[in-house]
């Protein structure tokens, strides 16, 4: 069975796809990975980026051409650091949806993928996209705002609630934080002060830590009793985190971040990447 990690990245060429492509290689040189950047034909899209097409006859042309420059620059730039292959696909049809079946089809490992940020996340532009993606996927996913630029996370922050998954799902983030000498802030989230969610913690860190051969690991037990997605995004400020990491295996948690508007409450996370892991 061919265990190469996959790293799928789409993209509709705007700046913030662009900078998920940076994100991908940077992980791609780390992971020793096969990225390949994907491409769904959108006549909307296009008509942005050549408004002068305007029967669409060139925009396969168009495409390949864009897509043949950025392989060769991620090549280029990649491959001698470790970056196994860069190869690049184009499909017809729904974004999302298509997204998703090639994800499937390859059996990736990860998927980056870009945003724009709380002013765009409306519908038709890649930020609302992402927030499906997010939501469908069942594949891990980084989500890259567009004025974040890669540099190697000095700490990532994993927000928990200590399901039984965790164990497994901390592993991926100890390996990622190896690449990096990054620390690891593991942050149980409480919607109380209450005795008892110091003592489930304590517990919890106990059960935890053999899991986890790493010596950069800090256990937090933090209170938010209102907006948790608010909580984490003040946590990441103060903590000078460069990452959020959750698990959604279990939507329970991942529901209590993100619930009601998605794409909304991801807009909080503008300034750092979002992993978002779906199978511990």
Same mark, same amino acid.
């Given at each position: 069975?061919?265990? %190469?990690?996959?790293?799928?990245?789409?993209?509709?060429?705007? !700046?913030?796809?662009?900078? &998920?492509? #940076?994100?991908? @290689?940077? /992980?791609?040189?780390?992971?020793?990975?096969?990225?390949?950047?994907?491409?769904?034909?959108?006549?909307?899209?296009?008509?942005?980026?050549?408004?002068?097409?305007?029967?669409?006859?060139?925009?396969?042309?168009?495409?390949?051409?864009?897509?043949?420059?950025?392989?060769?620059?991620?090549?280029?730039?990649?491959?001698?650091?470790?970056?196994?292959?860069? %190869?690049?696909?184009?499909?017809?049809?729904?974004?999302?949806? !298509?997204?998703?079946?090639? &994800?499937? #089809?390859?059996? @990736?490992? /990860?998927?980056?993928?870009?945003?724009?940020?709380?002013?765009?996340?409306?519908?038709?532009?890649?930020?609302?996209?992402?927030?499906?993606?997010?939501?469908?996927?069942?594949?891990?996913?980084?989500?890259?705002?567009?004025?974040?630029?890669?540099?190697?996370?000095?700490k990532l922050v994993y927000a928990?609630?200590?399901?039984?998954?965790?164990?497994?799902?901390?592993?991926?983030?100890?390996?990622?934080?190896?690449?990096?000498?990054?620390?690891?802030?593991?942050?149980?989230?409480?919607?109380?002060?209450?005795?008892?969610?110091?003592?489930?913690?304590?517990?919890?860190?106990?059960?935890?830590?053999?899991?986890?051969?790493?010596?950069?690991?800090?256990?937090?037990?933090?209170?938010?009793?209102?907006?948790?997605?608010?909580?984490?995004?003040?946590?990441?400020?103060?903590?000078?985190?460069?990452?959020?990491?959750?698990?959604?295996?279990?939507?329970?948690?991942?529901?209590?971040?993100?619930?009601?508007?998605?794409?909304?409450k991801m807009a909080y996370f503008?300034?750092?990447?979002?992993?978002?892991?779906?199978?511990?």
């Amino acid at each position: 069975m061919d265990q %190469t990690f996959k790293i799928l990245c789409p993209t509709d060429f705007s !700046e913030c796809s662009l900078n &998920a492509i #940076e994100y991908a @290689t940077r /992980l791609g040189e780390k992971y020793k990975a096969d990225l390949i950047l994907f491409h769904v034909l959108n006549r909307e899209d296009y008509q942005k980026l050549s408004p002068s097409d305007t029967d669409g006859k060139h925009q396969m042309d168009f495409v390949l051409e864009k897509l043949q420059n950025l392989q060769k620059a991620v090549n280029k730039e990649g491959i001698n650091k470790g970056l196994r292959s860069c %190869t690049s696909v184009v499909r017809e049809g729904n974004i999302v949806k !298509e997204t998703l079946n090639y &994800a499937t #089809e390859i059996n @990736t490992s /990860l998927i980056v993928v870009g945003t724009e940020g709380v002013n765009d996340f409306r519908e038709n532009i890649i930020g609302s996209r992402a927030s499906r993606i997010v939501e469908q996927s069942q594949w891990d996913i980084l989500v890259v705002p567009r004025k974040v630029f890669f540099k190697a996370p000095r700490k990532l922050v994993y927000a928990s609630d200590y399901l039984e998954e965790d164990k497994i799902a901390i592993q991926k983030v100890v390996e990622f934080a190896r690449f990096f000498d990054s620390e690891i802030d593991i942050v149980h989230v409480s919607g109380t002060h209450k005795a008892l969610d110091k003592s489930l913690h304590e517990t919890m860190v106990e059960e935890i830590e053999p899991f986890i051969k790493y010596d950069k690991v800090n256990f937090v037990l933090k209170s938010f009793r209102d907006d948790i997605a608010l909580g984490l995004e003040n946590y990441l400020q103060t903590a000078k985190g460069d990452m959020l990491v959750t698990l959604s295996e279990k939507k329970s948690f991942f529901d209590q971040i993100f619930s009601k508007s998605l794409s909304k409450k991801m807009a909080y996370f503008i300034n750092k990447p979002l992993w978002v892991i779906k199978s511990a």
